[in-house]
């Protein structure tokens, strides 16, 4: 590569242009300004670092003149950092804690959601009551007790033994309620729904007897039923004595007779989700018959994508045959339409008792495809069905490809005799993997985690008999990692996916790494460059 | 260079968007430590003296700034709103109304809540409740007095480790119907619906006497029950004991060679999915189908004869499982009991059960409602629930489905002889359950 002149040396700027980018930078800063406060106070520390060495970087990137080349890759490199580094830095995360059902809330929260739980303590007080509230939003309750005793209660003060149109009490209603507290007025049922949100989370009286609203007719010396022990660290079960210890291993708070208190909380297993994989029954049984069907079908994927969509562009890429821009738009057309609606409505032609395909050669030749109950033939409909998605991609590149081959080759090769087959096996073909090659094998990498089309055609069926886990014939790594993961889409192991994820990339990395290797491309691209 | 300049903004714009879509949503199952943020709600300092007046003015000049926020489907949203609005008329209190889709309200519930932007009211399926609560997202629920208004089995299935977790509103569960065209009474047993599949199809009046779409344990769990089968065992309170599991005991095992004979004989086909089913029913191809109220109204539509029957009997009493389906309270809700309170004050009534039946007509959890019912359909749902089991709740059933119907499918492809499939079908389950912990 030669080095360019730097275009901006001795270039200078108008006050206009100076203007509009200091503004422009103004903008940003002032919206990173706005937001800051926000993140922080949601205490998302990984957003904050993330979003001051962004803004510190485009300021940096605008306001000197030495990273001026970085200006014009800055957008994509932040858009990069957040839709590609961090999932990926959160999926290795995730992989090693045990983030999944049961654990999905910090320890914290754990601790915030467990102290939410009250309980009436054995022989503890509970009251009717009637509320009322001053203008100025100052509550108060009327209390009476089972046996008939009343009481007043305001926040922070003892409640006080009361009686009606004593001391700043107003006077009875024919209830034997006051109807007004000094300056509070009572509040009918209608009032008190509005303001139970304030009322609700007041706490009446002062310790030790504490009385909180428990519903539209009760308030009670309700308690907190588990109370955290910093220093323990362990959770007391008032009620019954118990004492759950924080195991920071497991992720729950444990009894010493094992029983596990819910909901656990999320921590740092280390490798024990890998662990579990490779112990699992899931990698001895089916695995291997998964691997080698996921390989059969990305490649069988590729090379019939490839073969169609290759024939075709050059088939059309003859200037004699008559509209074939048409023909060649519209054979795009299966691109264009969203895949999950394609593999339904071949799932549906493909329907053995109502679907167009299969009841029209059953009227036919007396006999259709099973593409639902045999393993065979599922996999050979799933394999026609992506070929039908995938053939439009492979024309669109091979025809632009083609372009890029000189007419000449040809031409020298028809004074030389070479036939039809020989030119493109010859010329054809070896020109066109050089740029295609690369593409080839992403659709590869692509096809290898091809989710879609396996799951929505068939769920990976017709299930395998008498496998240790469930599975299916069409099954592949990333359908079965689905099963193992989201068992039928209830409950969520997200830890034990990401470590499966982790391991299906490896597994890509490695193939596409030595395809790259061993065909060579890489060298005769380089050659070419 | 101006043009270049804009691209350059639209990218910061694009570039600022995600950065503030990443700080709101947080949707992605972050593990970021919200601790408990106990907003410290400044004394109100309204220095206002005490005004003498007994009666204060009506409408208050500061409203307390609370609101509910209530998720639920595109079905109920619509009805809920109106509820929501009464309610803000009648309290001053303001209720936001989310529309989010059934299959969606669960699984957002659950990175939305912990993150502080969950709703305080969900409209759910009682088979959540495991899940849920073993995340610890449910608040328990206190119906008070409206409890005796409301039917006992479907508060049983609301009730998760003895703790009441939800206020039902509906029930739902499958039953039998037939084509009276066709089979003129009812038939009391599994083998009694053999027969007369087996005259039917042989008289060629029907494609198929009896009709059951592929691998779907739910509607063949009626059939098990009818031979003595089970899912899992309960103990003496009633709740699912997940150590025993029923899907390898001898009665689902005789459901399942009952379900490998029809195949066998032709009298069920293998790959018939639920819309095939229901169609071959609604043309009069098939004279028998267990469905529930969700197609009703395609039958209804079909013009096709059809009768509500309960399920047939075998060795046992076959019974479906039943769903209910009601109103859970978020345990971050910051205004539980106000939440409970909207539920068990207002929505709790004749008037709005009533809506809520009208929008959506599927047996009411509301015993005034349910005993009201005059729709014979929907009555006959009823009936045929009546010793249906709520479907277990807890977390262990979602390591069933799978495997379970996985067994169906291959008896019905004919791929394993029925108790192998069965048999390892409970083995595979088992796994699942030990490996999960």
């Known amino acids: 590569m030669q080095q360019g002149t730097r275009p901006h040396r001795g270039f200078t700027y108008s006050l206009s242009a100076i203007l509009f980018r200091l503004l422009g930078l103004a903008v940003i800063d002032a919206f990173a300004v706005w937001l800051l406060p926000q993140i922080i106070h949601d205490r998302v520390w990984y957003l904050v670092v993330l979003l001051v060495i962004i803004t510190l970087g485009i300021n940096l990137i605008f306001l000197r003149e030495e990273y001026y080349p970085l200006r014009w890759m800055s957008p994509g490199l932040a858009l990069m950092i957040l839709m590609v580094v961090y999932p990926l830095l959160f999926t290795v995360y995730t992989a090693f804690t045990n983030y999944s059902d049961g654990h999905l809330l910090t320890k914290q929260q754990v601790i915030q959601v467990l102290g939410q739980q009250l309980y009436l303590p054995e022989g503890g007080e509970s009251y009717k009551w009637t509320a009322y509230r001053s203008e100025d939003g100052q509550y108060a309750l009327w209390l009476v007790s089972p046996e008939g005793k009343t009481f007043v209660a305001y926040p922070g003060r003892p409640v006080q033994p009361a009686v009606p149109g004593q001391g700043d009490i107003g006077p009875a209603d024919d209830q034997g309620t006051p109807t007004h507290i000094g300056a509070l007025q009572r509040l009918d049922r209608i009032r008190v729904i509005r303001y139970l949100p304030d009322l609700e989370k007041l706490e009446f009286g002062t310790p030790p007897q504490v009385l909180k609203i428990r519903s539209l007719d009760e308030a009670a010396a309700l308690q907190p039923r588990y109370v955290y022990d910093p220093q323990q660290d362990a959770i007391v079960d008032r009620k019954t004595g118990k004492v759950y210890r924080a195991d920071d291993r497991r992720g729950s708070f444990v009894a010493p007779d094992g029983e596990e208190l819910t909901p656990g909380y999320q921590v740092f297993i280390g490798v024990a989700n890998f662990r579990r994989l490779f112990r699992s029954p899931a990698l001895r049984g089916p695995f291997l018959r998964v691997f080698l069907w996921t390989i059969l079908f990305a490649a069988g994927t590729v090379f019939t994508t490839f073969a169609l969509g290759l024939f075709l562009a050059l088939v059309y890429n003859d200037p004699h045959i008559r509209g074939r821009k048409i023909i060649r738009s519209l054979l795009i057309v299966p691109y264009t339409v969203p895949s999950f609606i394609s593999i339904l409505v071949w799932r549906g032609l493909m329907n053995p008792h109502i679907g167009v395909i299969n009841t029209t050669l059953e009227k036919l030749i007396g006999w259709a495809p099973p593409w639902f109950s045999s393993p065979t033939w599922a996999k050979i409909g799933v394999l026609l069905v992506n070929l039908w998605l995938g053939y439009p991609y492979m024309m669109l590149i091979s025809t632009g490809a083609l372009q890029a081959i000189p007419d000449d080759l040809y031409e020298a090769a028809e004074i030389d005799g070479a036939g039809l087959w020989q030119r493109f096996r010859q010329i054809t073909l070896p020109l066109l993997l050089i740029s295609v090659g690369p593409l080839l094998i992403s659709s590869f990498a692509f096809n290898f985690n091809n989710w879609n089309v396996i799951y929505l055609f068939n769920r990976g069926g017709p299930p395998m008999p008498g496998t240790p886990t469930p599975v299916g014939h069409t099954d592949i790594l990333v359908t079965y990692t689905y099963r193992l993961a989201f068992a039928s889409g209830g409950g969520g192991d997200y830890g034990y996916a990401s470590a499966i994820t982790i391991i299906i990339f490896l597994i890509v990395a490695t193939i596409t790494y030595f395809q790259f290797r061993y065909t060579r491309m890489w060298e005769e691209i380089s050659e070419n460059v | ?437």
């Open chain 2, 1 to 437: 260079m101006m043009k270049q300049r804009s691209l350059w903004t639209l990218f910061v714009v694009l570039l600022i968007a995600s950065l503030l879509m990443g700080a709101c949503a947080k949707a992605t199952p972050t593990p970021t430590p919200i601790p408990p943020t106990p907003t410290p709600k400044p004394p109100t300092p309204t220095p206002k003296p005490p005004t003498p007046t007994p009666i204060p003015p009506t409408p208050t000049p500061q409203p307390p700034a609370a609101k509910l926020v209530i998720w639920a489907d595109e079905n109920r949203a619509p009805i809920m709103e109106e509820i929501a609005k009464a309610f803000t008329e009648k309290y001053g209190v303001e209720v936001e109304v989310q529309q989010v889709g059934f299959g969606d309200i669960r699984d957002q519930f659950k990175v939305a809540a912990p993150a502080g932007e969950g709703p305080d009211i969900i409209i759910g399926a009682h088979d959540w409740l495991g899940e849920l609560v073993v995340n610890g997202l449910l608040a328990p629920v206190d119906l008070g007095a409206k409890k005796d208004k409301f039917l006992p089995s479907a508060l049983q299935a609301f009730t998760y480790n003895s703790q009441l977790y939800g206020m039902p509103y509906l029930t739902e569960n499958v039953a039998f119907f037939y084509n009276p065209d066709l089979v003129p009474e009812a038939p009391k047993t599994w083998s009694e619906v053999t027969k007369i599949a087996a005259e039917l199809e042989k008289a060629g009046k029907v494609k198929q006497g009896y009709v059951l779409h592929q691998g779907d344990p739910y509607h063949f769990y009626p059939i098990m029950t009818a031979f003595g089968g089970y899912v899992f065992g309960k103990d003496k309170d009633g709740n699912y004991n997940p150590k025993d599991l029923g899907i390898d005991s001898p009665g689902s095992i005789a459901a399942a060679k009952w379900l490998d004979m029809m195949v066998k004989e032709g009298h069920l086909k293998p790959d018939v999915d639920w819309d095939t089913a229901h169609t071959m029913f609604e043309q009069g191809d098939a004279a028998m189908i267990i469905t529930g109220p969700w197609a009703l109204k395609r039958i209804r539509e079909s013009g096709v004869h059809y009768k509500i029957a309960e399920i047939p009997d075998e060795t046992a009493d076959g019974h479906p499982f039943s769903g209910v389906h009601g109103f859970m309270i978020s345990a971050f809700s910051e205004n539980k009991l106000l939440a409970q309170t909207f539920l068990t004050e207002f929505v709790a009534t004749e008037e709005n059960m009533w809506k809520l039946f009208n929008a959506d007509p599927r047996p009411s959890a509301f015993l005034p409602v349910r005993e009201k019912i005059d729709d014979p359909d929907i009555a006959a749902f009823g009936l045929a629930g009546k010793n249906a089991d709520p479907m277990p709740a807890i977390p262990e059933m979602s390591k069933v489905w799978e495997a379970w119907g996985n067994a169906i499918t291959l008896i019905f492809q004919q791929q394993e002889d029925p108790e192998t499939a069965f048999k390892n079908a409970a083995e595979q389950i088992r796994q699942a359950i030990a490996g999960g912990q």
